[in-house]
């Protein structure tokens, strides 16, 4: 008696099905992976750009409570008597892993005119092996010195010690 296909065949996969079954879950989750990296990196950028915002606020009623003034220039710290108008924990880490806010209230050693801007930091101090910098494209160039900032007023750039066209990124100087 002759068996047919149907009855020689067992009730599992073929390693070809397999195969071709996982190779499909592998590109599947790539793609959805990428996507989860992409929409991340823009909620970080979108995060950043509100508490720059608010943080140009907190300065603002600084300034008003102070004649005018903003606080002297603070290393990476929260310039002293700014902490009242800012909301809790908005100081000193930004959206981005390892990045931390920076005032900055500097005079143009070309021209002495102020400068004052609020900068986001990637590099620990004195410590450039530990930066860690937007995965974007406009961060490419990026290096110790560069930053993502918000200026307020004068000609503000990335870092003091650069020029203006030293890598760094602008949040406002489109508006």
């Avoid at 930091?121 to 160039?141: D, L, T």
């Amino acid at each position: 008696m002759k068996k047919n296909n149907t009855e020689e065949k067992s009730g599992g996969f073929s390693l070809v099905e397999l195969l071709i079954t996982i190779s499909i879950i592998g590109i599947l989750s790539s793609t959805i992976i990428s996507t989860v990296r992409h929409v991340r990196d823009s909620a970080r950028f979108v995060t950043a750009q509100k508490e720059l915002l608010s943080i140009r606020d907190a300065l603002e009623l600084y300034a008003d409570d102070h004649g005018g003034a903003y606080p002297d220039d603070a290393d990476r710290d929260i310039p002293p008597g700014l902490e009242e108008y800012l909301a809790p924990g908005l100081w000193p880490n930004s959206a981005w892993p390892g990045s931390v806010f920076d005032w900055e209230n500097w005079n143009n050693p070309d021209t002495g005119e102020k400068i004052y801007q609020i900068s986001i930091r990637f590099c620990p101090i004195g410590q450039p092996e530990e930066c860690q910098f937007p995965n974007e494209e406009w961060a490419e160039e990026f290096d110790i010195d560069s930053s993502v900032y918000y200026c307020i007023q004068g000609s503000c750039r990335a870092h003091i010690n650069k020029p203006v066209s030293h890598p760094g990124y602008c949040v406002n100087c489109g508006e």
